[in-house]
T-cell receptor, first 113, second 113 residues
Framework: ELKVEQNPLFLSMQEGKNYTIYCNYS?????LYWYRQDPGKSLESLFV???NGAVKQEGRLMASLDTKARLSTLHITAAVHDLSATYFC?????????????WGAGTKLIIKP | GAGVSQSPRYKVTKRGQDVALRCDPI?????LYWYRQALGQGPEFLTY????????KSGLPNDRFSAERPEGSISTLTIQRTEQRDSAMYRC???????????FGPGTRLLVL
């Protein structure tokens, strides 16, 4: 059974600091996604990572993928309050030709001024 | 065109009533997904369509739940004889083709009294 684990599940940090959210998955997968969800809002796609060593950056967020370690990281640089949200990673289920995504539990990130 | 839309945004119903939740995907998107999301958790897969064909309904909790997408565009998720445990946020997502990034709608908050 494919499992996706995120850690930490909750993170409170100060503005200006750097931090990393981790996403581990239990079997090989073709794609890994990062989504953001603001309280009471929908899920917004941030990144899709397709291959080993893939790195994508958008503003203060950078995502990377190590398929050998089955690990993705979401790195936050010089955090600002606007990045406060819950961040989810999700992977394709390789046993499922219907591209069903398996989701992590989410990391709730609070950035204090 | 516009993003994924869902209606109603909020639905309060009495136990035992039937409800129909509507999803209007992004124009031209082949794939459509239904999820259920509990507070503080990641989305839980319910069912998936390519065009009008329901490809996977393995996530539907029981036979009170059904979904259709008769013309390959708008989809309806129907819950018959609602129970209190059905209360949740129901989200729809669409993607241009299978396996591509999924774009989520705002969700329908269902409350069964």
């Amino acid at each position: 059974e494919l499992k996706v684990e995120q850690n930490p599940l909750f993170l409170s940090m100060q503005e200006g600091k750097n931090y990393t959210i981790y996403c581990n998955y239990s079997t090989t997968s073709d794609r890994l996604y990062w989504y953001r969800q603001d309280p009471g809002k929908s899920l917004e796609s941030l990144f899709v990572l397709l291959s080993n060593g893939a790195v994508k950056q958008e503003g203060r967020l950078m995502a990377s993928l190590d398929t050998k370690a089955r690990l993705s990281t979401l790195h936050i640089t010089a955090a600002v309050h606007d990045l406060s949200a819950t961040y989810f990673c999700a992977v394709d289920n390789p046993m499922d030709s219907n591209y069903q995504l398996i989701w992590g539990a989410g990391t709730k990130l609070i950035i204090k001024p | 065109g516009a993003g994924v839309s869902q209606s109603p945004r909020y639905k309060v119903t009495k136990r035992g009533q039937d409800v129909a939740l509507r999803c209007d995907p992004i124009s031209g998107h082949v794939s459509l997904y239904w999820y259920r999301q509990a507070l503080g958790q990641g989305p839980e897969f319910l069912t998936y369509f390519n065009y009008e064909a329901q490809q996977d309904k393995s996530g539907l909790p029981n036979d009170r739940f059904s979904a259709e997408r008769p013309e390959g565009s708008i989809s309806t998720l129907t819950i018959q004889r609602t129970e209190q445990r059905d209360s949740a946020m129901y989200r729809c997502a669409s993607s241009l083709s299978p396996g591509e990034t999924q774009y989520f709608g705002p969700g329908t908050r269902l409350l069964v009294l």
